[in-house]
């Protein structure tokens, strides 16, 4: 499945808008694996483990998305945009949502030669 942030995919038509799709993930902060982390898994001023988590958060919210598309009968993502709140008491937990318009691409008309 094509995902973009793009409001269009070059070379291909948009055959039918299936509508807007979002994907939603949220991860909670253990205080013991925020504390580890903030002591052991600096390196260079980036925290090893937060940038995991988020990453699969995101990812998983992409995901999530590409699903919801694909139940609508899409073969694509466009105008996709991803977003992160912080949720919860003393702001313990971060959701990321990937919302976007689920669209029916046309078929690749060919490869292009030169």
Do not use: C, W
């Not at 039918?16 to 001023?45: C, H, S, T």
């Not at 466009?78 to 990937?98: F, N, Q």
């Amino acid at each position: 499945m094509i995902i973009t942030t793009t409001n269009a995919v070059e070379g291909r038509r948009v055959r039918d808008y299936k509508g807007i799709v979002m994907g939603e993930a949220i991860i909670g902060a253990n205080i013991v694996k925020d504390l580890f982390a903030a002591v052991r898994d600096v390196v260079g001023g980036r925290a090893g483990a937060y940038e995991r988590a988020l990453r699969e958060a995101r990812q998983e919210a992409l995901r999530a998305m590409a699903a919801h598309a694909r139940e609508l009968g899409g073969n694509a993502v466009i105008g996709v945009d991803i977003d992160y709140e912080v949720l919860g008491k003393a702001s313990s937990m971060l959701m990321v949502t990937a919302a976007g318009t689920a669209v029916e691409l046309e078929e690749a008309t060919g490869a292009p030669t030169g």
